[in-house]
């Protein structure tokens, strides 16, 4: 509900760790440098997802699974999220920061 009362789709959910997991509806991907990657699912912390396991086995790009710490959050220079309802969905804030689509 915070998230919408300013203004925003979803809300990230992080572990007990500050480890990102997800947005509220939806698997999240970053592009850090040189390779994409989403939150690992080991623990179980969040749902593994159809449409993020098909873009794992078939990107054609790399994409890793990674534990992803909040600060590192900030590295990040794209962002997509991801569920079976929507399919991929370009990410174009996250809090006060602005992603480029496509770059």
Request: proline share 5%.
């Amino acid at each position: 509900r915070a998230a919408h009362d300013d203004n925003f789709d979803s809300a990230l959910l992080y572990d007990e760790h500050d480890h990102l997991l997800e947005a509220a509806h939806a698997n999240l991907f970053l592009k850090f440098a040189d390779v994409w990657a989403t939150p690992a699912t080991a623990d179980g912390g969040l749902l593994p997802g159809t449409v993020r396991q098909h873009i794992l086995m078939n990107a054609p790009v790399k994409v890793r699974e990674a534990v992803i710490p909040r600060a590192k959050l900030a590295e990040a220079t794209e962002a997509f999220v991801t569920n079976s309802n929507v399919g991929i969905v370009p990410v174009t804030r996250i809090d006060d920061r602005a992603f480029a689509v496509g770059d």
